[in-house]
């Protein structure tokens, strides 16, 4: 029996692969992936301490969780022992830690920024009972809430313009004292209430770098640490903060933003 000579045609088969691959990419990145289930139905801090593997989370609270279905992930925003707002999005047993962005929005940051309005508008009586001093202006439309720090250079620097801008735009200025300069600047925060200080009184320079001893008070320190507590509460980390009666805030000094929020007020 004789074997006949098999010809493979090889040249076909070459011609062919390219167009196969190019077939099977296709396919891989045209099917859509298949996400089943609730992704966070079983993501809470023990899990998430897991994957970090490490005790970082103490003293932390999870304070919204949700799914975001078209990307298999679970968002969780977490609460910090310092009142920090941190955004992570889990899977499995990874993490990211972030803020994430869509159709050039900050979804992270629109997140937090609804929680921390939700947050003072559910403490807002509170924060009243905190307040150092008020500046009036002759008429009054509105009601803003000025976090600041006698130590911090970027205050002062908002604070100067505050005068002005309240009595452009009719607003009360409800100020609360609040240093990240510790431990001086928390005492300075005390003086200033215990001095039964006006904003006039405040905004002098000589006051800041004198003896503070002197003016230490138990009725300074408890309205300084309520607002600690406070502004820990709502989530603030950072002066000089300004917040509106509804809730809406400028962080830092950034006297535009300041501006077209105290004019969004009048409306």
């Not at 139905?41 to 969780?65: P, T, Y």
């Not at 078209?70 to 999005?89: A, F, H, M, S």
């Not at 000089?240 to 400028?250: C, E, H, K, L, N």
């Amino acid at each position: 029996m004789k074997l006949r000579n098999v010809r493979w045609p090889w040249r076909r088969f070459c011609h062919a692969v390219p167009a196969m691959m190019a077939f099977m990419a296709l396919s891989i990145f045209t099917v859509p992936p298949c996400f089943c289930g609730d992704t966070c139905s079983e993501i809470d801090l023990s899990a998430i301490s897991k994957i970090l593997k490490g005790d970082s989370l103490s003293g932390a609270s999870i304070v919204s969780r949700e799914p975001i279905k078209d990307l298999g992930l679970c968002e969780v925003i977490l609460k910090t022992q310092t009142g920090r707002y941190l955004p992570c999005y889990v899977s499995g047993d990874s993490m990211i830690l972030g803020h994430l962005y869509k159709d050039g929005q900050n979804i992270s940051q629109n997140k937090t920024i609804r929680i921390k309005k939700s947050v003072f508008l559910s403490l807002r009586s509170k924060f009243n009972r905190v307040v150092a001093f008020i500046y009036r202006p002759r008429v009054t439309k509105t009601n803003v809430y000025m976090i600041t720090d006698p130590l911090c250079p970027y205050c002062h620097k908002v604070e100067s313009r505050i005068k002005d801008l309240a009595n452009k735009y009719n607003a009360r200025i409800n100020v609360i004292l609040y240093s990240v300069h510790s431990p001086y600047g928390g005492k300075k925060c005390v003086e200033a209430v215990c001095r039964n200080f006006t904003l006039d009184d405040y905004q002098k320079d000589s006051w800041r770098k004198g003896n503070t001893d002197d003016y230490q008070c138990e009725k300074g320190d408890l309205l300084i640490e309520k607002a600690k507590k406070l502004i820990h509460q709502i989530g603030i980390s950072g002066v000089p903060t300004f917040i509106a009666d509804d809730g809406r805030s400028v962080s830092g000094a950034n006297l535009t933003a300041l501006t077209k929020l105290l004019a969004a007020s009048q409306d």
